[in-house]
């Protein structure tokens, strides 16, 4: 036998029983009715942005006006939600611009309705494009070459020197753009790099430093690679005789010392290389008579390519002239 309180009990869970599935039955309909009304088809506008390329030869793009643009198409309610929500990108051929003046350019938006539809999904109708006109500013675009310099700071372990010049690829590269921006740029540097204690060959790629105007100058190539030879050197001393050029006719000349002493580095790999007639020492008497010397300056005028840091003994020459 049930009392009042039995009853009223399940009384109360059979209308939170019915509330729940009146509440259901309600989301059932509002989600089905969405889902009819999105396969329908409609006709709206949506926003799409805009990529411009392949400019006429030249030609630069200096400025535009319209970033993106609005077209009208006729889709699923599916289809114009996603582009509701992920508005999509446009890229538009520029090749068939018009001139407008001198720096001005104009493109029809019905012109380029074709580029625009094909870049849409199959089932997309597009029926018209916002505004009907596309402005730029176009400037007259400058290559020129420049050469690559390496900014460096390179500090040897002692007894270590780079066997030869730094090996830099690409050594020059193409910048292009205004010429405004291309006429003040005479080489390409790299960014700054500071080395110690290198005692081995390495090679390492390092970029370029850009233009502060970085966004008007493109680069045919922002980084590039440098290989370095490093050896180890030592010091070696070679005595060599001394010519004297340019003497008057008739005249011989006696030199005081007859022999001059070279200091330099050279690589421990190249040292068995060399020798005493890979150089030669001269002394130019013209020069010393033009500018009234009473010695003669010695000078290194051949030399092994291998060699670094020579130094001369002694740097000034008497003489003494005698005639035939």
């Known amino acids: 036998m049930f009392t009042h309180k039995d009853i009223g009990k399940r009384s109360t869970l059979k209308n939170k029983h019915n509330t729940q599935m009146f509440l259901f039955f309600l989301a059932s309909s509002f989600v089905f009715l969405m889902l009819v009304k999105l396969s329908n088809e409609y006709t709206n506008r949506v926003p799409v942005n805009l990529k411009y390329t392949n400019l006429p030869q030249g030609k630069l793009l200096e400025k535009t006006y319209d970033d993106t643009l609005s077209i009208s198409i006729r889709a699923t309610g599916f289809e114009l939600l996603k582009y509701r929500l992920f508005k999509r990108t446009a890229t538009i051929n520029l090749q068939d611009i018009k001139p407008k003046n001198k720096t001005q350019y104009y493109q029809l938006t019905e012109n380029i309705k074709a580029q625009i539809e094909n870049q849409l999904e199959n089932d997309v109708e597009l029926f018209a494009v916002y505004p009907d006109t596309l402005f730029f500013n176009i400037g007259v675009s400058k290559s020129k070459k420049v050469p690559v310099v390496a900014d460096l700071d390179l500090n040897f372990q002692l007894g270590y020197h780079l066997k030869s010049d730094l090996l830099i690829k690409p050594d020059s590269i193409v910048v292009s753009g205004h010429e405004i921006y ?143």
């Open 182 to 324: 291309i006429d003040t740029i005479k080489a390409a540097y790299t960014l700054p790099r500071q080395l110690d204690r290198v005692n081995q060959s390495f090679s390492m790629e390092i970029p370029l430093r850009l233009s502060k105007d970085k966004d008007k100058v493109q680069y045919s190539s922002k980084q590039v690679t440098i290989d370095a030879a490093v050896e180890k050197f030592t010091e070696a001393n070679y005595k060599i005789p001394i010519r004297v050029v340019n003497l008057p006719d008739n005249f011989t000349v006696k030199t005081f010392p007859e022999e001059i002493e070279l200091t330099f580095q050279i690589s421990v790999n190249d040292y068995n290389e060399i020798s005493e007639s890979d150089f030669v020492v001269a002394c130019d008497y013209q020069k010393a008579v033009e500018n009234n010397l009473t010695y003669l300056i010695p000078e290194v005028v051949k030399k092994p390519t291998s060699i670094k840091g020579i130094n001369i003994t002694p740097e000034k020459i008497d003489f003494l002239l005698q005639h035939d």
